[in-house]
């Protein structure tokens, strides 16, 4: 990462060393003429501004949180059980009870998209086109491209726009 | 002469010369008197009966709607300490023992504070989507995690689900209370005791023990006040499921009547079961303890199933009186009476040597007495009413017994409680002000499910909920969707552009000049949106929406989820419009999802009292705002935290960790706010008085420190840091916004739009201090 941004470093650096040198120094994007007057024909509410902030009462130092790193894969076999769970419960037609334990699953990892995939496939069974659609958007945001799975999400939107 | 004359007038049939008695009237009419007396009581007899049967048959009794906490899900990975755990088990009455036997038990095995191992043999319990059996199985907390979760022979579990916690009750009127039991639920000893101390012959006699009777009779005439009841368990029964339960003649013979009524209708069982359901066993403040499956919970904190010999001898013993027996105001006289009971039952051979003199040695077990209120947590409780009455009748709720599944944590509310209990205690003595008051919520990122809500600055007291009903001006917690607004809009804005924080006059309708000020009466000339964002700066704010136009900012905040009225006028920009804590909630989740609206839960499923499932309330996901521009304006509410107004945060919060969020203060400082997120967890606080009065707190000093005091404590995981495709991370010069480079001075590393870049770039100042890092770089 580091060895990256001093690539790049080194890169504009030698650009800025060429344009400056062809055009001169760039200007402001938006620069601003204050104070400006601005017409306004509702009318203003009592305005409400920020007063100074008061000396900030010292924080002792309590419980340092304790877990801070991202969900390890291990979560994933809780996820993975229950959208097995939740394909058994499709599978027998049963969308309201696949959809609940799909839920379960989302609450674990919201950013499972194979969990995307069984809701969005309920609620179609169901009817439920715009439901549906926001689930599979959702899948397909969180989907590795080029992945069957991924391949499966795009499927389903599409068959659902259609 | 004079007794003549009058028993003389006294004859009816002037031939007569003397009295005499005709026995045949007297028979007669002795006959039709006892004719009369017996169609009466015949009359009389058919009522009662119909009355016996009508309730007996009908739905015995009104049963409150019963409030479930979610359940705890176990699986590994999970963020959690051995404190919290231990908590919630405790909570749920598990029982720490050597060696775990039965349901409800646990045993521990630290190997250090970070690291305990947990063997335990869940109770199961009917879920609404199926029933989770008891289960045996090792869960091992390391390091903040749940590090592994193992079955009794040692092979890896996915998941577990623990069974929730019973949080309150959506109470009938008299407040009358009990937790239904099956005669088959009910431990044998449990009714073999009952039996033995209240009714020996039960099996034997026809609702009425003339024996008993006449024994108590005697005893209660010799002593001359009523020290002995002769009643059988029917007849007591009687008393108090149709009587009142006062002690005189007139109510004796129907209660005896009725009683063998009851007999000749119903079989043993049934009377039985409805006895062990109906009998009084205590209070709890306003509320009545009724029959043994609650009075399990109320004394010992566990299901009736997991009595053991000496407390059940205690609860059979206060059926003798509740009140007198109170175990918790009268220890000493509860326990002689459970002493003597546990001799009943050995006398009669329902337990042995062995098992008596452990019984009669051991303690009263208590759990720890209740406060006496209804609710645990009456703020959400209040909110969960609220929502079922939109499709439940309040008798309905009263009365039915619903089972409503909510989202609370217990686990998080506890932290909460504590955060704000110690929080607004500590910021009163060191500000030196009285009765600041606070409304909090908590949710969970992503189901939009509320974990925790607290209404008050005591959170079991069930008046004014502040969470839901506190409208307050929310200050600055406005400006992020100024910037939103700005930066759904990429062609024209990044986080890089600049804005200008010189002084703004707006002339209004009525020819007024309005000229907001910043918070330290400065000005900063030109700085880029994160910034202006960051430092809360209000001329920067309500230039950039001016450009937008109040409409434009209006419809972002309809857009994240506010349905409320917002006056088109300039001064919303910096936040005079009224929310409540709830509102702000459902806005600021919107931002925290990645722009992603959904509506606010409190409940996730409704069942009746059969346990058949009535209603679902699904999650809802709507994406209203762009991943790319939420994804910014993100890192601009993580600047906030990190040089911002809210920085004290950090003086106690690990680099590492990721946070987001805003303050808002209001003018005179009569509101102080904070709303900000982890990955996980967002939490919204405001602080201020009822009557509006000014206080000395900024969102800062004030709200800020609640939210900081909850969040070191509540397992969570940082903001999100992974760009979205279509955004990537570059240096922008923060006085032009044009692109720079690491080593140039005053270079910001921030999230871009990949099709919006600037594509110039700025001259380049090489820093002077090369190796100060930036936050942002700490995390990346």
Known sequence: MKKNVFKKVLFLGGLFFVVS?????????????????????????????????????????????????????????????????????????????????????????????????????????????????????????????????????????????? | MTKRRFLSRGKKSPGSGSFHINWKLVLLAFLAFSLLCALVLGVWSLYLDKVVREKFEGKKWALPARVYSRPLELYEGLPLTPVLFEKELEALGYRSTASVTASGQMSRRAASSQEVTYEILTRGFDFWDKREEPQRFTVRIDSGRIASLMDSKGAALPLVRMEPEEIGGIYPNNIEDRVLVKLEQLPPLLGETLLAVEDKHFLEHHGVSPEAILRAMWVNTREGEVVQGGSTLTQQLVKNFYLTSEQTMARKIPEAIMSVLLEVHYTKSEILEAYINEVYLGRSGSREINGFGLAAQHYFRKPVQELNPQEIALLVGVVKGASFYNPWRNPERAKKRRNLVLGVMHQENLINDKQLKIAQASPLGLAAETDNSLINYPAFVDLVRRQLKQDYKEEDLRAEGLRIFTTIAPMVQRLAENAVATRIARLEKHYKIKELQVGMIVTSVGSGEILALIGDKNPRYPGLNRALDARRQIGSLMKPFVYLAALDQPQTYHLGTLISDDPVSIKGGD?????????????????????????????????????????????????????????????????????????????????????????????????????????????????????????????????????????????SFPESLPLAGKTGTTNDQRDSWFAGFSGEHLAVVWVGKDDNAKTPLSGASGALQVWADLMRQVPTQGVNQQAPEGVSFDWIDANTGLLSAEQCEGAMWLPLHNDFKPKESAECKIKENLGEEHWWQKIF
């Open chain 2, 511 to 651: 020819g007024k000049m309005w000229e907001p000020k910043n918070a330290d009466n400065k000005s900063h000339g030109n700085m880029p949106l994160y910034r202006a964002l960051a430092h809360s700066e209000n001329q920067a704010t309500v230039r950039l929406g001016m450009q937008l136009t109040v409409k434009e900012v209006i419809k972002t905040v309809k857009a994240a989820g506010y349905t409320g009225d917002i006056p088109q006028v300039p001064s919303i920009l910096i936040g005079a419009v009224d929310m409540s804590p709830l509102e702000v909630t459902g806005i600021y989740h919107t931002l925290a999802a990645e722009g992603v609206y959904t509506p606010l839960r409190a409940i996730r499923e409704v069942l009746n009292a059969e346990g058949q499932p009535l209603k679902r309330y699904p999650i809802e996901l709507d994406q209203r705002f762009s991943v790319q521009s939420t994804f910014e304006l993100q890192h601009a509410l993580q600047a906030v935290l990190r040089e911002g107004t809210g920085r004290s945060v950090y003086n």
């Open chain 1, 21 to 162: 040198n062809l055009v001169g120094c760039a200007g402001n994007v938006k620069p601003e003429a204050a104070p400006v007057v601005i017409e306004q024909s509702a009318p203003v509410a009592v305005p409400e501004v920020n007063v100074p902030v008061k000396p900030v009462e010292p924080v002792i130092p309590e419980a340092v949180p304790q877990t801070r790193a991202p969900i390890p894969a291990a979560s994933s076999n809780a996820t993975a059980s229950l959208v097995s769970q939740a394909r058994t419960q499709y599978q027998a037609k049963n969308y309201q009870g696949a959809i609940a334990i799909a839920e379960r699953a989302l609450r674990i990892d919201r950013r499972a998209p194979d969990v995307y995939l069984i809701l969005a496939q309920s609620y179609m069974q169901l009817a439920n086109t715009q439901a549906a659609l926001q689930f599979v958007q959702q899948g397909i945001r969180f989907a590795q491209a080029g992945t069957d799975l991924a391949q499966t999400l795009i499927q389903v939107r599409d068959s659902l726009q259609k």
